[in-house]
Each structure stands twice: as structure tokens, then as C-alpha cells.
């Protein structure tokens, strides 16, 4: 089992960046970490996913350029560093943590244990 604990979220510009940290009480390395988003009255979408080794990543569309998932397995902690933030990217983000044999998912039901989210706000 593990624990996803979220920091880092805040208000920022439109444009400006942000970055996320999601800390684990186990260890990262044996799951595929994802980020998770959800605005209010919207499903919870997928993000970026990375691999165990950190070898492979997976971005949806609307984000790629922009964020970047990263993962430091020595100290059980994931990253998303978010630039050129835009209004639409408002919500709450959530890390995750999967068991899937996968390399990657985008697929939130392949993952087992989820953070409690942290607000991000974009202002225009």
C-alpha cells in the first residue's frame, strides 16, 4: 500500500507556471505515478503518467509542451512542473499510483491509490 499526499498548488497568471509534488509513504518505484485533474462539474481527466524508472512518459494533448511529469524514486516523491499555464487548466490536480503491468497508463481505473488533489488556479 501507499500513501499520495499533493503540494504545491496555488493561483497563479495565466502563463506562469507552477509545480506539483506528490510524496509517497511507500515505494514509488513499484508503480506507474500519474496526475489527474478534475474542474468542478467535469470528470477527472487524465494528465501525464511516467513509467517506474522514469523511462517513459505520456502527456494528454491539451498539455503537452507545457507540463512535465517527472519521478524521483529515492525519495518517493513524483513531480509535475506546469508552465505556460492557461485558465483551462484550472482544477483540482490528483497524483495516483498504479500496479498495472503497463509502462504507462491514461486510463484512471488501472490506478490503485489516489491523492487527496491540490487546488491549481489560473487566472486570465
Known amino acids: 500500500q501507499v500513501q499520495l499526499v499533493e503540494s504545491g498548488g496555488g493561483l497563479v497568471q495565466a502563463g506562469g507556471s507552477l509545480r506539483l509534488s506528490c510524496a509517497a509513504s511507500?515505494?514509488?518505484?513499484?508503480?506507474?505515478m500519474g496526475w489527474f485533474r478534475q474542474a468542478p462539474g467535469k470528470e477527472r481527466e487524465f494528465v501525464a503518467t511516467i513509467s517506474r524508472s522514469g523511462g517513459s512518459t505520456d502527456y494528454v494533448d491539451a498539455v503537452k509542451g507545457r507540463f512535465a511529469i517527472s519521478r524521483d524514486n529515492a525519495k518517493n516523491t513524483v513531480y509535475l512542473q506546469m508552465n505556460s499555464l492557461k485558465p483551462e487548466d484550472t482544477a483540482v490536480y490528483y497524483c495516483?499510483?498504479?500496479?498495472?503491468?503497463?509502462?504507462?497508463?491514461?486510463?484512471?481505473?488501472?490506478?490503485?491509490?489516489w491523492g487527496q488533489g491540490t487546488q491549481v488556479t489560473v487566472s486570465s
Open positions: 511507500g515505494r514509488t518505484s513499484n508503480y506507474i
Open positions: 495516483a499510483a498504479s500496479l498495472s503491468v503497463l509502462p504507462v497508463s491514461r486510463n484512471r481505473a488501472r490506478y490503485d491509490y
